[in-house]
């Protein structure tokens, strides 16, 4: 096990840790009872649902929390962290490792951005029909709000992505409790009815769910794609590892969140079966009346919650995206001056909420969300599932047999659910299907793309060990300053340098290249951030590295040089880009569409000056064509 993830295991258990799991990582599952259990009795609804069906249906939903959450998530996924560090893109990274062949690292790359794809998703249809099914309660209340949901939703969620820029920070102290009181009361309202219909915890036992399969066959494999449900934002577990360590977030689950997740299934289960006309809001009818407008207002600050987890992770999953090289760089804002994790990209929020928005608009009801949300998840599942396989094989050493008696039945379980939820693309499903292919699509262009540029480079460019030895014949003046040349080629000589010679007939009397290295790990240690090699005289390489969850800061690092030796007065440098003009080489490497698509990712990427942090006023740049 790693160092850092066994610190994390050290964590001490307080109530502020326990509160703020709950909080951000338990939203997304905490608030699937609003709609998971309506949706899937709905399926056998029209000629009125019978007793044994009602159990049936609430036994697949437990033990999909049981198989899906419990096992393959809190017991197995959760082992394989990247330096503590968790989700589908540091998974990917894992399995790139333990991949044998280029070839091999290809596709579990393509597997990665299909996840994160995915997710993206996800990240979308999560806040539509989560603060859709809890608004709706309004209605339970009284049919006269039934006209006021959509508007209403609308407001909500516009107002949750217009407060993003101020940061995760200042709204997480109140996220916790809220999620806290949110468990416990609808714990307490599944338990009440429960002890009225005692006999509804018949469920319990798996031959409940199996002989409902066994009775319906193609119509319950159709259900299984509203069961799953009940098991979205799973894949928070996983994903927020690194803010919390395993053990809390196991701690939280098994302990409070899944015992009043099941009760309040249980409960509403209870309610139908004593009442079927309930299937209306089986979850909001739990409660008295007196405490169902309390309740809608308590459902909505808990959806917000979650939205607010799940934009954050859309947030987190696009800059691991850029530092994986997969998009353009992006705008990225700090919202914290003490945490690295807490960050707002504002090209990111804008699409969130157009999407948002857009599905509301034209859904309008949390019921028909429900066919658009489960593809999503259930695609993420299939891929973590995929990647666990290969890592837990091959880095932690598990035999043939043993990684196919565990992952073989996850993975089928997994497939199910997805399948499942492939006969809804007609009425929905289609929606993240479409977004995570045009993601899919942008993500490969890019990656192929940058492939082709650097091997254009590689293959145009001097390399640094000739420049270096020819240098001293040249006679070339150099002038005083600093000169720092950024390259992605570190044995290269970077084209603004070779341009800059060619016009200005100079160099400065110190000279530095530097080269932004992207690791597969979270974050990279002080100890190895910075790499120093002198060339010749008062010409030095410099590699900085960066991990994926880490935003690169070239003046600040560079001035740290001091360290190693190498003066750097930032008052006098000047640091030299190079501006790529892409043009159709004669034997083209990529088709002219997506040529076009790429150049046009390029040229909206955030300038290398503002992700870096450099200067605008210290910046040269230098024009280049580049054939591809």
């Not at 700090?334 to 990209?345: C, D, N, R, V």
């Not at 479409?434 to 490969?444: A, D, K």
């Not at 790499?531 to 410099?542: D, M, S, T």
């Amino acid at each position: 096990m790693h160092a850092s993830s066994e610190a994390g295991q050290r964590r001490d258990l307080t109530p502020a840790l326990i509160l703020g799991v709950l909080g951000v990582v338990y939203g997304d599952i905490g608030t699937s009872p609003l709609y998971a259990l309506k949706a899937s009795v709905l399926h056998f609804a029209a000629d009125g649902v019978e007793r044994w069906e009602v159990l049936g249906l609430l036994s697949l939903i437990f033990w999909s929390l049981i198989l899906t959450v419990t096992v393959k998530y809190v017991v197995f996924v959760l082992q394989a962290d990247n330096k503590g560090e968790g989700g589908i893109l540091a998974l990917m990274a894992l399995a790139q490792r333990c991949a044998r062949t280029e070839r091999g690292r290809w596709w579990v790359a393509l597997v990665g951005m299909a996840g994160a794809c995915l997710f993206f998703g996800d990240g979308i249809i999560t806040p539509a029909i989560s603060v859709l099914s809890a608004v709706e309660g309004l209605k339970v209340v009284s049919p006269a709000f039934e006209e006021a949901v959509i508007p209403l939703s609308v407001v909500i969620l516009i107002g949750l992505f217009i407060v993003q820029y101020r940061g995760t920070g200042s709204m997480g102290a109140i996220f916790g409790p809220i999620c806290a009181l949110w468990f416990a009361l609808i714990g307490t309202l599944g338990l009440i009815e429960i002890v009225r219909e005692p006999e509804v915890l018949v469920a319990l036992s798996p031959s409940y769910a199996i002989h409902f399969c066994a009775v319906y066959r193609l119509a319950a494999f159709i259900a299984m794609g509203s069961v799953v449900l009940a098991v979205t934002g799973a894949e928070a577990l996983y994903a927020d590892m690194g803010h919390f360590g395993k053990r809390p977030i196991k701690m939280a689950w098994l302990y409070f969140v899944l015992p009043c997740l099941s009760l309040n299934y249980f409960g509403q289960g209870a309610l139908l079966l004593s009442n079927p006309a309930a299937l209306e809001n089986p979850f909001f009818l739990l409660a008295p009346e007196w405490l169902r407008l309390p309740l809608v207002i308590l459902a909505t600050a808990a959806t917000i919650i979650a939205s607010q987890a799940m934009i954050s992770g859309a947030y987190s999953i696009a800059r691991q995206c850029v530092q994986l090289g997969f998009c353009p760089r992006l705008e990225v804002r700090h919202t914290s001056e003490t945490e690295e994790g807490q960050i707002y990209l504002p090209q990111v929020n804008f699409a969130l909420l157009i999407g948002v928005v857009i599905l509301v608009l034209e859904f309008r009801s949390s019921d028909s969300l429900a066919a658009a949300y489960g593809i999503a998840v259930t695609g993420t599942f299939v891929c973590t599932s995929c990647l666990a396989v290969l890592v837990f094989s091959r880095q932690f050493g598990w035999s043939i047999p043993l990684v196919a008696a565990v992952f073989g039945p996850l993975l089928a379980l997994d497939l199910v659910f997805f399948i499942s939820n492939v006969l809804k693309i007609p009425d929905g499903g289609y929606v993240p299907l479409v977004l995570g292919g045009i993601l899919m699509l942008l993500m490969n262009t890019w990656y192929r793309g940058r492939q082709l540029l650097f091997a254009r480079f590689r293959q145009d460019s001097l390399p640094l060990k000739s420049f270096l030895a020819r240098l001293p014949q040249s006679r070339t003046i150099r002038v005083p300053g600093i000169a720092v040349f950024m390259t992605g080629q570190a044995d290269y000589v970077p084209g603004a340098l070779l341009h800059n010679l060619k016009h200005n007939k100079v160099l400065h009397e110190r000279v530095l290249f530097v080269t932004v290295l992207n690791e597969d790990v979270p974050q990279v240690g002080s100890e190895r951030r910075r790499e120093v090699q002198e060339l010749g005289a008062g010409i030095h390489r410099v590699i900085l590295r960066y991990g994926f969850q880490e935003s690169p800061n070239i003046p600040r690092d560079l001035e740290s040089l001091r360290e190693d030796g190498v003066a750097f007065d930032p008052m006098q440098s000047s640091y030299f880009l190079g501006r790529e003009t892409l043009v159709q080489a004669v034997v083209p490497k990529m088709s002219r569409w997506r040529q076009w698509l790429f150049t046009l990712m390029s040229r909206n990427a955030v300038p290398a000056t503002e992700f870096f942090r450099i200067p605008s006023d210290r910046v040269v740049e230098l024009g280049v064509r580049v054939a591809i």
